[in-house]
């Protein structure tokens, strides 16, 4: 029987959460999206305008088909969070039941389960900050965004998951080695999200069989990379200097995930797995 994905973190078609749902969609799951209040406009326009016909092609011809896209905004666990200046953000105003709370509840009232979790998102309003200049707000809204969104989407999702389910994030190597320029608290965001992964790993996995690991991805020049400022560079020092001197595809970190949301990756759970052409291995560059 087909398998169910939720991913949150579908606002276009050049990042990796738009990456993964092509891979599932063509390995035969059924695809939901969670996308950020303010890009769901523009995304369900382009959406239907065919905008992204092209990049919906899969291998055997067919165009990938979502079912369903959710507004979502993952800062927020419940109404009760969402302060009133969001409440009445212009942004904001045409949609609704966009908490992490409120959005498992519809996917269960329209879908019932889902057998795969996928987050790939993340915000830190001070990235080009170096750690040393970012401020308190600015860390721990990098944290909320990047980390604390995985914890609240597991815990909301958790009871609609089907036994034998997978729970999937985007990590970066900034987590354990020093990437200058990943400031604002990324860094950090990254290593808690990494240590998370283990611990839900272990809850989620006692609790109801399902795994929980993160991908290590190489650098890919997605909107949110390019809001950084140095992709391009880092794009560049990972040609030059990984085992395999080629560029990543979203697609290879895509397939990676749907290795592991499949049976083929039954006993892997609180993993990091790298999908970087090997840089990490590397002690230095040459
Ligand atoms: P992207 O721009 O395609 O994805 C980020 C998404 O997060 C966007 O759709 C954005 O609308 C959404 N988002 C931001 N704040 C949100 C919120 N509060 N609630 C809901 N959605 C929110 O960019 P990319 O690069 O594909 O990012 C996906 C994941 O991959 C992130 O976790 C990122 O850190 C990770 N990653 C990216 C790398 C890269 O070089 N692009 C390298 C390693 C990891």
């Known amino acids: ?11 276009d078609d050049n990042g990796y959460g738009w990456a993964i749902a092509k891979s599932l969609a063509a390995a035969g799951a059924e695809i939901l999206v969670g996308t ?21 092609k899969l291998q055997d011809g067919s165009l990938m088909e979502i079912s369903k896209v959710y507004p979502l905004d993952a800062v927020y666990d419940n109404p009760e969070d969402v302060p009133e200046d969001v409440k009445t953000n212009k942004r904001y105003a045409g949609a609704t039941n966009w908490t992490v709370q409120e959005v ?13 979790l996928v ?13 040393s200049e970012t401020s308190r707000k600015g860390y721990l809204a990098a944290l909320s965004a990047s980390s ?21 994030s985007l990590t970066y190597i900034a987590s ?12 950090s965001a990254k290593a808690a999200l990494e240590s998370d992964t283990r611990v839900l790993a272990f809850e989620a996995g006692r609790k109801k069989r ?51 949301s499949s049976p083929l990756a039954s006993a892997i759970t609180g993993a990091v797995i790298y999908v970087d052409n090997g840089l990490n291995a590397m002690g230095v560059g040459v």
């Open 176 to 187: 354990e080695r020093i990437i200058p320029g990943y400031g604002g608290g990324m860094s």
């Open 36 to 56: 950020w209040v303010p890009a769901l406009n523009i995304f369900e326009s382009s959406l239907r305008r065919g905008k992204f016909d092209e990049s919906r």
């Open 104 to 116: 498992a509840e519809s996917v269960k009232k329209d879908f019932g389960t889902i057998d795969i």
């Open 148 to 168: 604390y969104s995985y914890i609240s989407l597991v815990k909301h999702f958790l009871p609609i998951m089907n036994p034998g389910g997978s729970a999937i």
């Open 210 to 260: 399902i795994r929980v690991n993160t991908i290590s991805a190489g650098p890919l020049g997605s909107r949110a990379a390019k809001a950084i400022g140095f992709i391009d560079m880092m794009i560049d020092y990972s040609f030059t200097n990984a085992p395999l001197q080629k560029e990543l595809s979203a697609e290879e970190v895509g397939n990676t995930a749907a290795f592991l």
């Open 119 to 131: 987050h790939s998102l993340a915000n830190g309003p001070e990235v080009s900050k170096p750690l």
């Open 1 to 11: 029987k087909g398998k169910r994905a939720f991913i949150a973190g579908v606002a």
